[in-house]
T-cell receptor
Framework: QQPVQSPQAVILREGEDAVINCSSSKALYSVHWYRQKHGEAPVFLMILLKGGEQKGHDKISASFNEKKQQSSLYLTASQLSYSGTYFCGTAKNTGTASKLTFGTGTRLQVTL | GAVVSQHPSWVICKSGTSVKIECRSLDFQATTMFWYRQFPKQSLMLMATSNEGSKATYEQGVEKDKFLINHASLTLSTLTVTSAHPEDSSFYIC??????????????FGEGSRLTVL
């Protein structure tokens, strides 16, 4: 079942913060976050494996709730380069072969 | 990170013809490759899972006779769209994981191939 993301779209001014949510009706093995620019392949941001986990790099971080049914991506002090469509992906299998089901996507536009 | 190369980047073909898209892992052995399709402003939808040396596993609703997948070596998987029609026009993306690549659970994506069927 495809995870549901919210919001569907958001427009920010440079320097503002944003939160993107990813929800599933079932507990997940892991959640992956990707950003895709128009006409390009998705770029990996991070993966969370454990309930209650939080991680991040630079000004992008993510959390995975204890029940492993919801993840949130936090974009702090957004930059123009953050514009794109963000997808969460949930893995069906364990191990190195990550068969991902992608979420519905969130379109983010950062303006001056 | 590991490198996955996809070719061609874009292709335009006439209705009824077949088109082959290649996906190569350049610096690791991809035991498993995944093929996704993405229509404009939509999410990536998994089409099939390709394992080296065995038949591909197709997702529900994907016609295996129309979308032929071959994974003959640990570095190459191909997707052939047979008798393409305008409704097959889409962005096709491969991804790979396997031996010799970073074991982070991360998927490595090719650049994608945009197919336009006239």
């Amino acid at each position: 079942q495809q995870p549901v993301q919210s919001p569907q779209a958001v427009i920010l001014r440079e320097g503002e913060d944003a939160v993107i949510n990813c929800s599933s009706s079932k507990a997940l093995y892991s959640v992956h976050w990707y950003r895709q620019k128009h006409g390009e392949a998705p770029v990996f941001l991070m993966i969370l494996l454990k309930g209650g986990e939080q991680k991040g790099h630079d000004k992008i971080s993510a959390s995975f709730n204890e029940k492993k049914q919801q993840s949130s991506l936090y974009l702090t002090a957004s930059q123009l380069s953050y514009s794109g469509t963000y997808f969460c992906g949930t893995a069906k299998n364990t191990g190195t072969a990550s068969k991902l089901t992608f979420g519905t996507g969130t379109r983010l536009q950062v303006t001056l | 990170g590991a490198v996955v190369s996809q070719h061609p980047s874009w292709v335009i073909c006439k209705s009824g013809t077949s088109v082959k898209i290649e996906c190569r892992s350049l610096d690791f052995q991809a035991t498993t490759m995944f093929w996704y399709r993405q229509f404009p402003k939509q999410s990536l939808m998994l089409m099939a899972t390709s394992n080296e040396g065995s038949k591909a596993t197709y997702e529900q609703g994907v016609e295996k006779d129309k979308f032929l997948i071959n994974h003959a070596s640990l570095t190459l998987s191909t997707l052939t769209v047979t008798s393409a029609h305008p409704e097959d026009s889409s962005f096709y993306i491969c991804s790979a994981s396997g031996v010799g690549g970073p074991n982070t659970g991360e998927l490595f994506f090719g650049e994608g191939s945009r197919l336009t069927v006239l």
